[in-house]
């Protein structure tokens, strides 16, 4: 299921620019062979802070007992919008491990999207500035429905195209039964993050490592 060059491309992602530490951020490394139970995974030495790291610390993937290609896989049926239990039999795993995987999963792709929302001026989104959101609106009773606000001749605030988002949503969610109040954002969150990269089937996994390792 996961492709033998996912970690090769999680590498290219993440080191994009050059392998930097991840926690002091220092450029002075060397590399220091691969892991001995993943020898998918390259291991480096910070000659600052003098701590060793590989592709995946603090990244989603890393500290787990499960393997890489496990969460790669893990991922991939996720973008396929697999419940947790056949993902669980898919991949021969105990459901309450599938549901630790699939939260942080998402919980991850969700921190990685941007945070601008863009509405109409309908009340019921009058507190997003207050919720931490930068928020803009177009005011359809003024009879506004796109503005180009940095004068460039892009006209990027608009809502043109949610109604037809939204509609997607049932059927998004119709394999996934009794999602919790609590968790509904995170459900959410990753369905905006593949509508956004406009990507499906295998796909959907690179563009997922994008979003994740960019």
């Known amino acids: 299921m996961i492709t033998p060059s996912a970690s090769e491309r999680i590498r290219e992602l993440r080191w994009s ?13 060397t590399r220091q062979g691969k892991d001995e139970s993943q020898p998918e995974r390259q291991r480096y030495f910070c000659k600052k802070c003098r701590r060793k790291f590989d592709d995946l610390t603090l990244s989603v993937f890393s500290g ?7 969460w790669v896989s893990c991922l991939h049926l996720m973008s396929l919008d697999i419940s947790n239990s056949q993902i669980a039999q898919e991949l021969d795993l105990n459901i309450s491990d599938v549901q630790k995987m699939t939260r942080q999963l998402r919980a991850a792709v969700c921190s990685k999207q941007p945070d601008v929302v863009l509405t109409d001026k309908y009340a019921i989104y009058s507190k997003m500035k207050e919720w931490g959101y930068g928020y803009k609106s177009v ?3 003024a009879g506004e429905y796109v503005r ?3 004068g460039d001749g892009f006209h990027e605030v608009h809502v043109n195209t949610m109604v037809g988002f939204w509609s997607l949503l049932r059927s998004w969610l119709r394999p996934h039964r009794g999602i919790s109040q609590e968790m509904l954002p995170l459900y959410l969150g990753f369905l905006e993050c593949l509508h956004n990269i406009r990507k499906r089937g295998k796909a959907a996994l690179s563009g997922l490592l994008e979003v994740l390792f960019r």
Request: charge should be negative; include cysteine.
């Open 17 to 29: 620019e050059g392998i930097i530490c991840p926690r002091c951020k220092n450029d002075d490394i």
């Open 64 to 70: 787990h007992h499960q393997p890489l290609k496990i």
């Open 139 to 141: 005011c359809h009773g």
């Open 148 to 150: 180009d606000e940095d």
